[in-house]
């Protein structure tokens, strides 16, 4: 399956946002005028028939396989530019939020965390790029760390979001990227462009819900920073495996009838709500246990990823948790056309990582 559009065809200041997902790539380019992101293309490829699998299949394919997908997904969007950002599989990352020993001079907080990450990391850190960031209290008074303020509390200790990538991982994207002919400034894990695309709320806690083929991430997102992350084995894969199994349908009917009926198709016969039901039992868990952790509300929700485009998920997602949720409609940041914004709504949740990683690498120009 593949989906493409095409708005504007000016070459000048263009960037692009390159997500190399587990069941497909996505793309975005944007271009940047008077203040504005403009959007001008953007597609989306299935790497299943690449790898022998279905659509909608999560596969593990090789960097010759990704290479040729992504170049046929930019001959099929049309692309013009080179210049891109590229997203980290979150699979293939580490995040881990830890509380370590609070110094108030910045150096000597630097040293601090760079010494105690290792009891953290699972490997060598020659093996790994690593980074880290405070994540900020409440009425913060000192400078914690490189990226935000922080505090320490009353036991001396600041909460620090501890970030590492094996090397592999990236030595296999920068071989795709070269390889097809692009450019990267910059590779960032998918939750970090997520963000950028999904959530507004600067202050209070908010939870994103990113669906994915072969699972489901949840994060806690607070002053912008991830504060929680977790990962659950079940995904939209298995959502269109449900429908196919129900309905006696060829997974590549069932892929369709999950966007275009989903929730409220009598085909479905109910088997998504059996597996939205497992996820989002496990997500409630989740919020549950940080809002008693930490004694904070968390204020709303987001639904992103492939299986965000569930037909009529927003609405069932509202009747099961008692807070705001939200799909997430991250082509909002982008000026388009006006009769394009229901096809954009609808396939938003897909492209939030592009377009976070398109965002980001406009500031570069």
């Not at 659509?55 to 969007?77: C, F, H, V, W, Y």
Request: neutral net charge.
């Amino acid at each position: 399956m593949s989906f493409f559009g095409t708005l504007f065809k000016k070459k000048e200041k263009s960037v692009l946002g390159v997500d190399i997902g587990s069941s497909s790539l996505k793309v975005v380019q944007l271009r940047k005028e008077n203040g504005q992101a403009i959007l001008e293309t953007y597609g989306e490829i299935a790497l299943g028939p690449y790898g022998g699998g279905e659509i909608g299949q999560a596969m593990n394919l090789s960097a010759e396989q990704i290479t040729e997908t992504l170049k046929d997904l930019l001959r099929e969007a049309r692309v013009t530019t080179r210049s891109c950002g590229v997203s980290i599989p979150f699979a293939r990352s580490l995040l881990t939020l830890v509380s370590l020993p609070y110094r108030a001079d910045p150096k000597e907080q630097r040293t601090v965390i760079e010494f105690e990450a290792r009891k953290y990391i699972p490997v060598p850190m020659s093996e790994v790029q690593f980074d880290w960031f405070i994540v900020p209290q409440a009425n913060p008074t000192q400078s914690g760390g490189k990226s935000a303020k922080g505090k320490a509390d009353p036991g001396g200790k600041v909460e620090v979001l501890l970030v590492a990538v094996h090397n592999d991982e990236l030595s296999l994207l920068q071989k795709v990227i070269t390889d097809a002919n692009l450019s990267a400034s910059f590779y960032e894990i998918e939750i970090f462009s997520t963000i950028r695309a999904t959530v507004d709320e600067p202050i209070k806690p908010v939870m994103v819900l990113d669906v994915g083929a072969a699972s489901t991430k949840t994060y806690v997102i607070e002053h912008g920073v991830v504060a929680l992350s977790h990962s659950i084995s079940i995904g939209s894969q298995d959502i269109t495996r449900a429908i196919a199994v129900s309905g006696n349908l060829s997974i590549a009917r069932a892929e369709i009838l999950k966007k275009e009926e989903g929730l409220g198709g009598a085909d479905t016969l109910g088997s998504p709500e059996l597996v939205f039901s497992r996820i989002f039992s496990e997500a409630r868990r989740v919020l549950i246990q940080y809002e008693t952790e930490h004694k904070k509300s968390v204020t709303s929700i987001i639904l992103t990823g492939g299986g965000g485009v569930t037909k009529e998920l927003g609405t069932y997602a509202k009747s099961i948790f008692s807070i705001d949720v939200r799909v997430a409609d991250p082509f909002a940041k982008t000026s388009a056309p006006a009769f394009m914004r229901s096809v954009l709504e609808g396939i938003g949740p897909e492209f939030a990582v592009a377009v976070g990683l398109a965002l980001r690498k406009l500031e570069e120009v």
